[in-house]
Every structure is written in C-alpha cells, then in structure tokens.
Nanobody
Framework: QVQLVESGGGVVQAGGSLRLSCAASGGTFSGTVMGWFRQAPGKEREFVARINWTGDNTNYADAVKGRFTVSRDNAKRTGYLQMNSLKPEDTAVYYC?????????????WGQGTQVTVSS
C-alpha cells in the first residue's frame, strides 16, 4: 500500500508561484503513474496533470496548460507540481494520486490534499 502526502500549499497573490510536493512511502512505487487533481468549494474534483513513470509523458488540463509543470524524482519517491502565473480560479484543495501502472483503470492511492489559495 502506497501512502501519499502532499505539501507546499499556501496563500499566494495572483501571478505568483507555488510548488507542491507529493511524497510516497510504502508499497511498490515503481511503474506508477502520478496524477494531480483539485477540488474547489462547491465544485467536483477535476484533473490537473499526470506524469508517467519515466517522466517522458505528461498531460495537462487545458486550464493549467502552459502555467503548471508536473515532474517526479523516482529516487526520492516524490512528485511535484510547479504552479506559475497563478490565478484566483486556481484556488482549491490539490490532491496527488498514483496509479499502480499505466494499465490501471483508476487511481489506486490518494493523498489527503493541500490547500492552495490565490488572492486577487
């Protein structure tokens, strides 16, 4: 069983940057796909970005494309979400998640979330 813990959230002004981290412990981390999701108050959770095991394949939601960058350091068992040019509409609880492999139909493991608040 993989445990995921996010960190790096906080309050930032519009136009600012934050870097979220997702540290994995336990279980089998090799081969996992890592994803980032967010949920704003009163809204459903939405996909933000994902990265494959080798880091050479990434996908982004249109709302964050060009502003956010997903990466990972497998030796440290940690994933990252670099968020630049933040907007008030990026305010949400951000979750990292992991799929056991590219073939997994769903995300198997989830973190507890970290709050990101962007003030105007």
């Amino acid at each position: 069983q993989v445990q995921l813990v996010e960190s790096g959230g906080g309050v930032v002004q519009a136009g600012g940057s934050l870097r979220l981290s997702c540290a994995a412990s336990g279980g089998t981390f090799s081969g996992t796909v890592m994803g980032w999701f967010r949920q704003a108050p009163g809204k459903e959770r939405e996909f933000v970005a994902r990265i494959n095991w080798t880091g050479d394949n990434t996908n982004y939601a249109d709302a964050v494309k060009g502003r956010f960058t997903v990466s990972r350091d497998n030796a440290k068992r940690t994933g990252y979400l670099q968020m630049n040019s933040l907007k008030p509409e990026d305010t949400a609880v951000y979750y990292c998640a992991a799929r056991k492999s590219i073939l997994s139909p769903r995300y198997d493991y989830w973190g507890q979330g970290t709050q990101v608040t962007v003030s105007s």
